[in-house]
């Protein structure tokens, strides 16, 4: 009688168990991993001490923006700010536009004003992903890093071959933005060349004066990438980047509307 006890004991045991482990199913699904550039070396985004954001191609096709300062601007913490020059400089960690950094593939870009970086002179037409960090980074890109650092990844050729995308933007004011971007690999050769051009004839806020809010102009940026891979640690990676800007000024003296045409 004890071992029949025992048994329907251990039988009840045995489905409550079993029952009570069926209901516990936990379902896991992995999530692609983050990587982040802009630390010098790849990192995870949950390895990083400092607070970063990265921003990719879908999320930059969506805002429509043709120029960077028009895709940094609508994020949390970072303030695009008017110059010395008149130009436009970002802010981050209430920090003077000069104490940010931006990097082109890892390479910091030229062309500063006063210590800043116009952002309108920077395209997005070939910019597959924009890593954010937030915080200082002076120890790796020096005191201009002191705010933060952005980084620009430009896009990859994946398969052997050659592709080229155009596209084209219209908005208001005559606004008009075609660029075009072409590719090519082969093997360890990677060769990318892209063009952006912009033309508008700006815009007058305050109705009855002579001078206009922001004067018609014209841009366009040209930009090639070379890469080679030596080994399989070694890459040889060559940059260069061309932008020119013809704009219309204007001023009044005594009544009268000067104008004149100035070049970057």
């Keep these: 009688m004890k071992q029949f006890f025992f048994i329907i004991f251990s039988l009840t045991s045995f489905l409550c168990f079993t029952q009570e482990k069926k209901d516990a199913i936990v379902f896991e699904k992995k999530i692609k991993e983050v990587n982040i550039s802009a630390a010098k070396s790849n990192k995870s985004l949950n390895a990083l ?7 990719n191609e879908k999320e ?14 609508k994020q ?7 110059t010395k020059t008149g130009t436009e400089g ?16 890892g390479c910091p ?21 924009i890593e954010i960090i937030r915080g200082a980074s002076s120890s790796l890109y020096g005191s201009n890093a002191l705010g933060g650092v952005i980084n620009l990844i430009s896009k990859n050729q994946i398969k052997d071959g050659g592709q080229l995308n155009l596209g084209l933007k219209y908005g208001s004011n005559n606004t008009i933005n ?12 990677q060769l990318s060349n892209a063009i952006d051009y912009y033309k508008t004839d700006g815009f007058d806020l305050i109705e ?11 841009n366009y940026t040209f930009r090639t990438k070379l890469n080679f891979d030596l080994t399989n640690k070694i890459i040889l990676k ?6 020119k800007q013809e704009q219309i000024n204007t001023a009044v003296k005594s009544n009268a509307l000067l104008e004149g045409e100035s070049t970057i």
């Design 49 to 55: 001490p400092i607070p970063a954001t990265i921003i």
């Design 60 to 73: 930059i096709i969506e805002t429509g923006a043709s120029k960077l300062d028009e895709v940094i601007s």
């Design 76 to 82: 949390t913490g970072i303030i695009s700010v008017p």
């Design 90 to 105: 970002l802010q981050m960690q209430g920090l003077d536009a000069s104490y940010t950094t931006i990097l082109l593939d």
């Design 109 to 129: 870009i030229i062309g500063r004003s006063f210590g800043a970086l116009d952002l309108n002179r920077i395209s997005v037409t070939d910019i597959e992903k």
């Design 178 to 189: 075609p660029n075009a971007v072409y590719q090519y690999k082969k093997q360890r050769l």
């Design 208 to 218: 009855g004066d002579l001078l206009k809010t922001v004067n018609p102009f014209t």
């Design 238 to 243: 060559t940059n260069a980047r061309y932008y």
